[in-house]
């Protein structure tokens, strides 16, 4: 079974400031590795994900993660934050490879505020 | 892209009465849909696997009979909320598995008078 921990519930930060989302997973088998961003009222779209291969994953809206096995973690970032990056984030796992079964595990959310 | 259409966004309906959500995957076949839960400011919550031509796998603590899930077709996921009470009130998401990615629906918010 994989679970997922996101260390922080909510991330102040300044327009233009670089922001880091932390989440670290549990699992004994391969995972993969997902972040979602949701905003009020609307289902959830994909920011990025890590399946294999390389560990830093980029994705869309300029945000990048990177997946480290050794600490068990996939924090996002972004180097320069927008006021309209202001939503909630989940980061997800599910087993990877031939653990796959399809079940996506959430994390409880960071909501990121960004103050102009 | 993969895209799901989920309908409608928004529900209300009166104590007892049953509701229906839908979700389409409107340019693939998903074999597998799931339908999510989600209370105010918290996360999903996995309710339930929707497998297209048998029967919907539960999470532990949902109640088979309350959420009835149908998966017909492998376009179509269906989410009946069966007598429905104001706890059952909550924002309900299907999503879709397709080349080890998911694509969510809009979601529904239903509310329960």
């Known amino acids: 079974a994989q679970s997922v921990t996101q260390l922080d519930s909510q991330v102040p930060v300044f327009e233009e400031a670089p922001v880091e989302l932390r989440c670290n997973y549990s699992?004994?088998?391969?995972?993969?590795l997902f972040w979602y961003v949701q905003y009020p009222n609307q289902g959830l779209q994909l920011l990025l994900k890590y399946l294999s291969g390389s560990t830093l994953v980029k994705g869309i809206n300029g945000f990048e993660a990177e997946f480290n096995k050794s600490q068990t973690s996939f924090h996002l970032r972004k180097p320069s934050v927008h006021i309209s990056d202001t939503a909630e984030y989940f980061c997800a796992v599910s087993g990877g490879g031939s653990s796959n079964t399809g079940k996506l595990i959430f994390g409880q959310g960071t909501t990121l505020q960004v103050k102009p | 892209g993969a895209v799901v259409s989920q309908h409608p966004s928004r529900v209300i309906c009166k104590s007892g009465t049953s509701v229906k959500i839908e979700c389409r995957s409107l340019d693939f076949q998903a074999t597998t849909m799931f339908w999510y839960r989600q209370f105010p400011k918290q996360s999903l919550m996995l309710m339930a696997t929707?497998?297209?031509?048998?029967?919907?796998?539960?999470e532990q603590g949902v109640e088979k009979d309350k959420f009835l899930i149908n998966h017909a077709s492998l376009t179509l996921s269906t989410l009946t909320v069966t007598s429905a009470h104001p706890e059952d009130s909550s924002f309900y998401i299907c999503?879709?598995?397709?080349?080890?990615?998911?694509?969510f629906g809009s979601g529904t918010r239903l509310t329960v008078v």
């Open positions: 929707s497998n297209e031509g048998s029967k919907a796998t539960y």
């Open positions: 699992s004994s088998v391969s995972v993969y």
């Open positions: 999503s879709a598995s397709r080349d080890n990615g998911y694509t």
